[in-house]
C-alpha cells in the first residue's frame, strides 16, 4: 500500500489525537484534571455519529481524526464519571447545555445530507463544549495544557492532510482545531507554560 502525504498526514494526525490522551488519563488519575461529564458524554454521542456522516461527505485521508473525535471521548466519559466530583451540582445552564445538545442532535440525525447533518453535529459540539469552556475558564488548571497542545498539532495537521477542500471535509478539523485551540490558551492562562 502505498500512501501519499496526504493520508500520512492524516494517519499522523490521528495518532498524535489517539496518543494526546495519554498525558490527561495520568493527569485525571493523578486528580489534576477534571473532565466535565457532560461535555464529553455528549462528544462520544456525537463522535460516533459524526465519524458516520464525515465519511459520508466522502473524507478518507482525514477519516483518522473523526475515529479518535469518537474513541477518546468514550474513555474519558468513564475517566470522568469515576472522578468527577458529584457533591457539586450541575448548573442550569450546564443542563441547558445538554438538552440543546441533544435537541442538535435529534435536529442532525433528521438529515439525510451528509453535510448538513455534519453542520449540526458541530453546532451540538459546541454547545456541549460550553461546560468545559466555562470550566476551564473558571479554573485553567482543571485541563491539561499537554494535552490540548497535542490536539493542536493533531487538527492542525489533518488540516494540511485535506486534498479537496469542500465545506464537508473541511469543517470538521477546522473546528476541532479552532476549539483545541481555544481549550489550549485558557489552560495556558494561570500555567508556567510559556508559548515561544
Known amino acids: 500500500m ?3 502525504i496526504h493520508q500520512a498526514l492524516g494517519i499522523i494526525s490521528g495518532l ?12 485525571v488519575i493523578k486528580n489534576k484534571s477534571r473532565p466535565h461529564p457532560i461535555s464529553w458524554a455528549m462528544w462520544a454521542l456525537m463522535g460516533v455519529i459524526s465519524l458516520g456522516t464525515y465519511w459520508g461527505t466522502g473524507a478518507r485521508d482525514t477519516i483518522y481524526i473523526a475515529f479518535v473525535n469518537f474513541l477518546n471521548p468514550l474513555i474519558v466519559t468513564f475517566l470522568s464519571i469515576k472522578y468527577w466530583d458529584w457533591k457539586k451540582h450541575f448548573s442550569r445552564l450546564e443542563y441547558t447545555c445538554f438538552v440543546l445538545s441533544i435537541v442538535s442532535v435529534v435536529i442532525w440525525l433528521c438529515f439525510q445530507n451528509p453535510t448538513a447533518a455534519l453542520t449540526f453535529n458541530l453546532i451540538a459540539d459546541l454547545i ?3 461546560p468545559t469552556l ?4 473558571k479554573n485553567p488548571s482543571s485541563e491539561d495544557t499537554k494535552t490540548w497542545l497535542l490536539f493542536v498539532i493533531a487538527n492542525f ?3 494540511v ?9 473541511a469543517l ?3 473546528y476541532l482545531f479552532c476549539f483545541a485551540f481555544v481549550v489550549l490558551i485558557l489552560s495556558l492562562r494561570k500555567t508556567n507554560l510559556k508559548i515561544p
Request: proline share 5%.
Open 2 to 4: 502505498n500512501l501519499d
Open 16 to 27: 498524535i489525537a489517539f496518543f494526546a490522551l495519554v498525558p490527561y488519563f495520568i493527569s
Open 161 to 169: 492532510a485535506i486534498q479537496q477542500w469542500t465545506y464537508g471535509i
Open 134 to 137: 466555562i470550566k476551564t475558564y
Open 128 to 130: 456541549a463544549a460550553i
Open 157 to 159: 495537521l489533518s488540516l
Open 172 to 174: 470538521l478539523p477546522a
